[in-house]
């Protein structure tokens, strides 16, 4: 039985707030009126909230008190097995689900998180980071880490190291090894979040805006899991270390240990928001179909066969295009047609190979039949000013050697398939006539072979 595929960063992050089944969403509507009465009764309970917990000292009834207080606003948290809490650990290893998961843990015991991405400040205080004053590297932050937690007085680290909060349902990002060098014994802390109605977390949204929504729902639940301590093995690099407390709390979550990072995450969602805001972006079910069509030839091919085959024939039509550029992107399109006009249209970003960037697009195959020899023999290359010669430094210029290439690829792509009733062969002539056979029938259809001669 073959292990199952990791999953990919849209499995990982939900970019909707609200569900796509009819009926939950009727359910939604019909609770709107009633959430957003609890929605603003919470904000006045939670003013009063903060000011209890910034006027006791962290103490057990203090703790108490505030998870009392934060059950009236919908927070529920539930621990298993606490007993197995080491008292004497100085670093908790958590799982990263919302924006709110240190402020859980911290009801249930005292712990500490830096602040890393949080600009320091009220605001920062007021989330319940602690700030250290270290806007440098990893490695200063850890010995500033280490310095904390070698005072047996201060409370212990609480780390996540994810570094980005994900739906908890799939799977979990690679884990940092850096907060796997402040101790050689940490002790991991499953978490999971339940909440009905709308996901948990959004992807790229505010902690206000999930803030407001945790106090519209009816509640959430979180359900924290301590585990037992894991000490470092002997001269066992950090990275190792790492990896073996991320098997154990994905087996303990029932997910997939995948080798996903924060930048991932960041790459996906500029992609989401890019594809957005495009004028003739597909639809979702259109894109899913687009996802899995392959060649016919290709088919029944192994995995690792199928993609080198399709990379070659987006590298065929676009020389210039970087090898790993074209892998990333068929990676998320899996199909040859969608990743050219992806690098086409500019919608995916590179920077041209120094091998191709000053040559000109390959000249047609020279085994087409004896009746179009005529044709290739007028069609001429693109012209070398349609390959950028260097990187332009100024984002205008780029922008127009971009378009001259798109311009100049169109119009060789037209003069080979226009001239006569010419059989596209061979992977780059179906890929260009997939892209320019619906604009030649938009342009016959408005003007006739009169308007192309205009033109």
């Keep these: 039985m073959e292990p199952p595929a990791a999953p990919g960063p849209e499995r990982l992050f939900d970019s909707h707030r609200f569900p796509s089944d009819g009926f939950l969403l009727l359910a939604l509507?019909?609770?709107?009126?009633?959430?957003?009465?609890?929605?603003?009764?919470?904000?006045?309970?939670?003013?009063?909230?903060?000011?209890?917990?910034?006027?006791?000292?962290?103490?057990?009834?203090?703790?108490?008190?505030?998870?009392?207080?934060?059950?009236?606003?919908?927070?529920?948290?539930?621990?298993?097995?606490?007993?197995?809490?080491?008292?004497?650990?100085?670093?908790?290893?958590a799982n990263h689900v919302t924006q709110f998961d240190h402020n859980v843990i911290n009801l249930l015991t005292s712990c500490n998180t830096p602040a890393l991405n949080s600009a320091p400040g009220f605001i920062c205080w007021s989330r319940g980071f602690m700030e250290l004053g270290v806007s440098g590297s990893r490695a200063e932050l850890v010995d500033s880490l280490k310095a904390y937690s070698s005072h047996r007085?201060?409370?212990?680290?609480?780390?996540?190291?994810?570094?980005?909060?994900?739906?908890?349902?799939?799977?979990?990002?690679?884990?940092s090894s850096w907060p796997f060098s402040v101790s050689d014994v940490v002790q991991p802390v499953a978490l999971q979040v339940l909440r009905p109605l709308v996901t948990v977390s959004v992807a790229d949204s505010s902690w206000i805006a999930e803030l407001l929504w945790t106090f519209f729902v009816p509640f959430t639940v979180y359900q924290v899991r301590w585990l037992p301590t894991v000490p470092r093995r002997t001269e066992e690099p950090s990275e190792d270390?790492?990896?073996?407390?991320?098997?154990?709390?994905?087996?303990?979550?029932?997910?997939?240990?995948?080798?996903?990072?924060a930048a991932d995450r960041t790459e996906h969602m500029k992609r989401l928001r890019h594809t957005s805001l495009l004028p003739f972006a597909p639809a979702p079910s259109q894109a899913l179909?687009?996802?899995h069509r392959v060649p016919s030839s290709l088919a029944g091919a192994p995995e690792d066969v199928r993609v080198a085959a399709m990379v070659r024939q987006v590298k065929e039509v676009l020389p210039h295009v970087p090898l790993e550029v074209i892998r990333i992107d068929l990676a998320q399109t899996n199909c040859v047609d969608t990743t050219i006009a992806n690098l086409l249209e500019g919608r995916v970003s590179f920077f041209p190979d120094s091998k191709e960037a000053g040559t000109d697009l390959p000249a047609p195959a020279t085994s087409q039949a004896p009746a179009a020899s005529g044709i290739q023999g007028s069609a001429a290359e693109p012209s070398s000013k349609a390959a950028?010669?260097?990187?332009?430094?100024?984002?205008?210029?780029?922008?127009?050697?971009?378009?001259?290439?798109?311009?100049?690829?169109?119009?060789?792509?037209?003069?080979?398939?226009?001239?006569?009733?010419?059989?596209?062969?061979g992977p780059r002539a179906r890929a260009l006539a997939a892209l320019l056979l619906p604009r030649r029938r938009g342009a016959d259809a408005a003007g006739g072979p009169a308007g192309d001669r205009e033109r």
């Design 29 to 93: 509507l019909l609770y709107a009126p009633v959430g957003l009465c609890l929605l603003v009764l919470r904000l006045f309970i939670g003013v009063h909230v903060f000011l209890v917990s910034c006027a006791l000292p962290d103490s057990v009834l203090r703790r108490f008190i505030v998870r009392v207080m934060c059950s009236v606003l919908g927070l529920c948290v539930q621990q298993s097995d606490p007993r197995l809490r080491d008292t004497g650990v100085r670093v908790y290893i």
């Design 388 to 425: 950028a010669k260097q990187f332009a430094k100024s984002p205008v210029e780029r922008h127009l050697s971009l378009q001259e290439r798109k311009r100049a690829l169109y119009d060789y792509a037209r003069r080979l398939l226009g001239g006569a009733a010419l059989r596209p062969r």
């Design 153 to 175: 007085e201060n409370p212990p680290l609480l780390l996540f190291p994810e570094e980005a909060a994900t739906n908890g349902r799939a799977g979990l990002l690679r884990f």
């Design 241 to 261: 270390f790492a990896l073996r407390v991320q098997e154990l709390l994905a087996m303990e979550l029932g997910v997939v240990s995948t080798r996903l990072t």
């Design 289 to 291: 179909a687009a996802r």
